[in-house]
């Protein structure tokens, strides 16, 4: 499976932007995604994710994004996007998104463990700045 990241860009304090997770090469029905982001000098973190799609599908959001920031997929677009709104300073960094398979399409993702995730982009630089 391979991942491309793009939407990035600088964007003002209180702003918006868009990234998108363009997936080729694999069932990506079988994927859970997760958006990841590394800031200069800090450890990555995990900042939203989204299970397969299932009955128990789940998304879940760090507490420094919940109500800014929402994920989505479509499965006929083989795409993942991170909707971000209000976007603060300390948003600024590298977003990453990857991805893990879930054969059984339990529709759990993780947020805390990326180390579980076999799949990486490249990554999209988001600066928030005036």
């Known amino acids: 499976l391979q991942l491309v990241e793009s939407g990035g860009g600088l964007v003002q304090p209180g702003g918006s932007l868009r990234l998108s997770c363009a997936a080729s090469g694999s069932s990506f029905d079988y994927y859970a995604i997760g958006w990841f982001r590394q800031a200069p000098g800090k450890e990555r973190e995990g900042v939203s994710c989204i299970g397969t799609q299932s009955s128990t599908q789940e998304t879940q959001d760090a507490d420094s994004v919940k109500g800014r920031f929402t994920i989505s997929r479509d499965n006929t677009k083989n795409t993942v996007w991170l909707q971000m709104n209000s976007l603060k300073p300390e948003d600024t960094a590298v977003y990453f998104c990857?991805?893990?398979?879930?054969?059984?399409?339990?529709?759990?993702?993780?947020?805390?463990?990326?180390?579980?995730?076999?799949?990486w982009g490249q990554g999209t630089q988001v600066t928030v700045s005036s």
């Open positions: 990857a991805a893990f398979s879930d054969p059984f399409r339990t529709g759990f993702c993780k947020l805390v463990e990326d180390y579980e995730y076999e799949h």
